[in-house]
């Protein structure tokens, strides 16, 4: 079964090797820099890091950060969040892992009242998503292009209101 929880620092690795595993399987291969400005973002204090374990083993990971207004480059807003990265190990896809990831993750926000989660995703992305509309994410219209994909934003609000 896995078990959700804020990661510790010697799970970073193993979040990071989820992570790096993922794109591989999803067919986008992490170039070395890339992974270790992805090794950063794991450490930032400002974020929050999930893992999901089966016992020791580290299957699972998301990051929330702070929301940023103008795409990214702009203030913090202090009541939004934004969801980074949620990634499942691929021999694990189609369990529910990263739905469950997902719920932990805004129970994590809401912790750091953020009320409202903001992600981007990649336009081709189906899996994602499909995550993200059923947990009741809904696109904003914005979009614009990352590394020439096109990518557009969802977002929630998690505190039920």
């Known amino acids: 079964m896995t078990i959700f929880f ?12 989820v992570w790096s595993a993922a794109r591989t ?8 820099a890339r992974v270790e400005r992805v090794g950063q973002k794991l450490a ?15 299957v699972a990971m998301a990051l929330a950060e702070p929301f940023r207004e103008r795409d990214g480059a702009g203030p913090v ?3 939004a969040g934004h969801v980074s990265m949620v990634f499942v190990d691929p021999e694990r896809w189609g369990r529910g892992i990263g739905t469950r990831l997902l719920d932990a993750l805004h129970e994590e926000m809401l912790a750091r009242e953020w009320r409202t989660s903001s992600v981007w995703t990649r336009s081709e992305n189906s899996r994602a998503r499909r995550l ?6 809904g696109p904003t219209g914005d979009g614009k292009r990352l590394r020439g994909e096109e990518i557009v934003r969802y977002e929630l609000r998690i505190d039920g209101s």
Request: charged share 25%; aromatic share 4%.
């Open 77 to 79: 807003r202090p009541d």
């Open 44 to 58: 930032d204090p400002a974020a929050s890091l999930l893992v999901g374990c089966d016992g020791d083993v580290v």
């Open 132 to 137: 993200y509309e059923g947990r009741g994410y």
């Open 6 to 17: 804020r990661a510790t620092s010697a799970q970073r690795e193993g979040a990071l090797q």
């Open 25 to 32: 399987a999803s067919g986008n291969p992490p170039p070395p």
